[in-house]
């Protein structure tokens, strides 16, 4: 992220919109059950959030820098930082009930990488397990914010083709103004 994006992802205007807006709209309807894993925590602003709402909560973050202040920030608490990358994640098959991932998919430097991601998700979470988040869609702001910085784009028309190509069903997408929330499941039957 660049130094703005970064400052932004752990401002209290930041803060406020995930906790009032972003995140009771991205659970909402769903019963969070662990062991869960958020892809992408960034300075951890949704991580805190989930953190006293999901059993037992593991972030992987790929910025070294973010992982070692993440670690800092939640030694205290029932949260496990690892730093590593979502497109090739360090982690048993079949690990989770859930898998988070706010605002990150657009950080990630191509479709082709993104798609990993999806099939990386689909992976480590267990049959019948729930793969959900949010992203940003495109803007003159968006494009502000990220002058120098990775953003690809994710274009939530073609997001459930590509969630169905990774092996996802049930899935699931909404639109607002400058976001949209995304979830899919992964099948009980094993492939
Ligand atoms: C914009 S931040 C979002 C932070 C947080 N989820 C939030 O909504 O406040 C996106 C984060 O995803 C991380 N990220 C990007 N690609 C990644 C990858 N391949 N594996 C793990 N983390 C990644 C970036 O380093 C960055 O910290």
């Known amino acids: 992220m660049?130094?703005?994006h970064h400052c932004y992802c752990q401002s209290a205007l930041w803060k406020r919109r995930v906790e009032s807006e972003?995140?009771?709209w991205a659970?909402?309807?769903t019963t969070l059950e662990g062991p869960a894993?958020?892809?992408g925590p960034g300075p951890g602003v949704t991580t805190n959030y989930l953190r006293t709402r999901v059993?037992?909560?593991t972030v992987l973050e790929n910025d070294p820098g973010l992982a070692e202040k993440l670690a800092a920030k939640f030694r205290n608490t029932s949260v496990q930082v690892l730093e590593g990358d979502a497109t090739s994640m360090p982690f048993e098959s079949g690990t989770f009930r859930t898998v988070f991932c706010f605002t990150m998919l657009h950080h990630v430097s191509s479709p082709s990488l993104q798609d990993r991601v999806l099939a990386e998700a689909l992976r480590v979470l267990a049959p019948g397990g729930t793969f959900l988040g949010t992203d940003s869609r495109t803007s003159f702001l968006m494009k502000l914010f990220h002058c120098f910085d990775t953003m690809v784009i994710v274009d939530p028309a073609t997001l459930p083709q590509r969630l169905r190509r990774a092996g996802f069903t049930n899935e699931h997408i909404e639109l607002?103004?400058?976001a949209f929330r995304f979830r899919a499941t992964r099948s009980q039957k094993l492939h």
């Open 2 to 4: 660049n130094r703005i």
């Open 22 to 24: 972003l995140m009771p």
């Open 27 to 29: 659970l909402g309807g």
């Open 37 to 39: 894993l958020e892809i």
């Open 55 to 57: 059993p037992s909560l």
């Open 176 to 178: 607002s103004d400058g």
